[in-house]
């Protein structure tokens, strides 16, 4: 079952200007992480923020967690054409005894040239 | 490229038959994860091997089995293949199996006919 829960499902931006995804879960998390996706290819680690942690930031990445909300957003600034993928929040359940990523369905984005 | 490695990358056979899928770790990573992504299930955790133990297991089916090696590398066996069965399924490694990154291999894409 899906844990996280992304959205929007699909984002169409031009180049230069800012994307944000949402990911909401339903547990308590030890951390969460954001994978990036191209088409039918493997999934790239972007980023990882643990529960105790409220913003991190990586390059044009930024990510922020909120676990009253039990939410997390990521914002990628100036946009490229080669961001363009699918964006998918992961969650490591907390107490659960295993590790395992629990996946959303993901966000499409496409950054228009 | 993520240091994980995955044979074969295609892979096309019909109902009923038997394939096994080949995952190597990155060097010096204990804990190996399968995953499967279909159109309608998304990313699914299958199960989790950490030096050649098996630590957790997910929504993997009884046709399903897998082991790890003394090697660390990991062989996801797939059985009495159903249409339902077509999907990529993705290697993961990482290095202790517990609150870290998980770094995805290329993904072998099964198609059953």
């Known amino acids: 079952s899906q844990q996280g829960e992304e959205d929007p499902q699909a984002l169409s931006i031009q180049e230069g200007e800012n994307a944000t995804m949402n990911c909401s879960y339903k547990?308590?998390?030890?951390?969460l992480q954001w994978y990036r996706q191209n088409s039918g290819r493997g999934l790239v680690h972007l980023i990882l923020?643990?529960?105790?942690?409220r913003e991190k930031h990586s390059g044009r990445l930024r990510v922020t967690l909120d676990t009253s909300k039990k939410s997390s957003s990521l914002l990628i600034t100036a946009s490229r054409a080669a961001d363009t993928a699918s964006y998918f929040c992961?969650?490591?359940?907390?107490?659960?005894?295993?590790?395992?990523?629990?996946f959303g369905k993901g966000t499409k984005l496409s950054v228009i040239p | 490229d993520s240091g994980v490695t995955q044979t074969p990358k295609h892979l096309i056979t019909a109902t009923g038959q038997r394939v096994t899928l080949r995952c190597s770790p990155r060097?010096?990573?204990?804990?190996v994860y399968w995953y499967q992504q279909s159109l309608d299930q998304g990313l699914q955790f299958l199960i989790q091997?950490?030096?050649?133990?098996?630590?957790a297991k997910g929504n993997i089916l009884e046709r399903f089995s897998a082991q790890q090696f003394p090697d660390l590398h990991s062989e996801l066996n797939l059985s009495s293949l159903e249409l339902g069965d077509s999907a990529l399924y993705f290697c993961?490694?990482?290095?202790?199996?517990?609150?870290?990154?998980?770094?995805f291999g290329p993904g072998t894409r099964l198609t059953v006919l």
């Open positions: 993961a490694s990482s290095p202790t199996g517990e609150r870290d990154t998980q770094y």
């Open positions: 547990t308590s998390i030890n951390n």
């Open positions: 091997y950490y030096n050649g133990e098996e630590r």
């Open positions: 992961a969650t490591v359940i907390s107490g659960a005894g295993s590790y395992q990523l629990t």
């Open positions: 923020i643990r529960s105790n942690e």
């Open positions: 060097s010096g990573d204990l804990s």
